[in-house]
T-cell receptor, first 114, second 109 residues
Framework: DTAVSQTPKYLVTQMGNDKSIKCEQN?????MYWYKQDSKKFLKIMFSYNNKELIINETVPNRFSPKSPDKAHLNLHINSLELGDSAVYFC?????????????FGPGTRLTVL | GENVEQHPSTLSVQEGDSAVIKCTYS??????FPWYKQELGKRPQLIID?????GEKKDQRIAVTLNKTAKHFSLHITETQPEDSAVYFC????????FGAGTILRVKS
């Protein structure tokens, strides 16, 4: 009965590679998010999608490209990985993206760039 | 944009004591204030939230207070237990969730 799931849980790769992280939610929510948690535990939003449409796009390098094939899935593709991309990436979802919506987080993907 | 400051960054309490974590926010339009608990290696999990039309909310040992005039809100945990040890994040939302930097809570038994 996993609500928000992500794959993979761990990702270790070399600088310059391209990688993807997948996220799925079975809560029937319309809105999904990507957050980055750095080594100091600071959580910051990267993107949000509402029903497959991009709503929030923070100042994130354009090497990061989210893709939402349907409202239950939001994937994150990262090109030309850099050392500074090492972090934990969390996917989240909420009912309709309203400002008072509760957000539910996935288990996270720990990305290590060597 | 919204800025959320959270204090203290670390907090150690004896089991059974109370713990208080405080946050301030900058955007008076923010109207939703959740608190998340994150255990080591796990996902952030919502423990309590408050909306701007309410001044206080309580759920068993956890309570949150909101002062909209002063733009600050606080988390209160009473009768702390070792399993309360974790990182706690406050957040404020107007268009998007903006998180505080987190408080590491250690409950010593």
């Amino acid at each position: 009965d996993t609500a928000v799931s992500q794959t993979p849980k761990y990702l270790v790769t070399q600088m310059g590679n391209d990688k993807s992280i997948k996220c799925e939610q079975n809560l029937g929510h319309d809105t999904m998010y990507w957050y980055k948690q750095d080594s100091k535990k600071f959580l910051k939003i990267m993107f949000s999608y509402n029903n497959k449409e991009l709503i929030i796009n923070e100042t994130v390098p354009n090497r990061f490209s989210p893709k939402s094939p349907d409202k239950a899935h939001l994937n994150l593709h990262i090109n030309s990985l850099e050392l500074g991309d090492s972090a934990v990436y969390f996917c989240a979802s909420s009912q309709d993206g309203g400002s008072t919506d509760t957000q539910y987080f996935g288990p996270g993907t720990r990305l290590t760039v060597l | 944009g919204e800025n959320v400051e959270q204090h203290p960054s670390t907090l150690s309490v004896q089991e059974g004591d109370s713990a208080v974590i405080k946050c301030t926010y900058s955007d008076s339009a923010s109207n939703y204030f959740p608190w998340y608990k994150q255990e080591l290696g796990k996902r952030p999990q919502l423990i309590i939230d408050i909306r701007s039309n309410v001044g206080e909310k309580k759920d068993q040992r956890i309570a949150v207070t909101l002062n909209k005039t002063a733009k600050h809100f606080s988390l209160h945990i009473t009768e702390t237990q070792p399993e309360d040890s974790a990182v706690y994040f406050c957040a404020a939302s107007q268009v998007k969730l903006v998180f505080g930097a987190g408080t590491i809570l250690r409950v010593k038994s």
